[in-house]
């Protein structure tokens, strides 16, 4: 499977983005999809998934409410609408996905095959 994010810029506090992952080579839809973050200076964090069987979502606290992931079978590609944007939320963004992984593992980077190239969000004050 290949990903390619995109989406990413510069926006003001408050605003909105849509990051989309297109994927090729593989269908999605028997793959938990995920979307990690990693700022400068910092670890790579868990953003949000979807888990490929029950298609139940998960977030990180401080997204929740404000970001949604979705995928669109049809297009083979996964999104994530993000609202309400703070400054905190600036980072490169990475889509990735995997097709066995464990729903107890579903937050760990360490667990995806697949990883796209990075999407810069920047969010000013």
């Known amino acids: 499977v290949q990903l390619q994010a995109s989406g990413g810029g510069l926006v003001q506090a408050g605003g909105s983005l849509r990051l989309s992952c297109a994927a090729s080579g593989r269908t999605l839809t028997t793959y938990t999809v995920a979307w990690f973050r990693q700022a400068p200076g910092k670890e790579r964090e868990f953003v949000a998934a979807?888990?490929?069987?029950?298609?139940?979502?998960y977030y990180v606290d401080s997204v929740k409410g404000r970001f949604t992931i979705s995928r669109d079978s049809a297009k083979n590609t996964v999104y994530l609408q993000m609202s309400s944007l703070k400054p905190e939320d600036t980072a490169v963004y990475y889509c990735?996905?995997?097709?066995?992984?464990?729903?107890?593992?579903?937050?760990?980077?360490?667990?995806?095959?697949?990883w796209g190239q990075g999407t810069l969000v920047t969010v000013s004050s």
């Open positions: 979807k888990f490929r069987r029950a298609g139940t979502e």
């Open positions: 990735a996905a995997d097709a066995n992984l464990i729903l107890g593992n579903i937050r760990q980077s360490k667990h995806y095959d697949y």
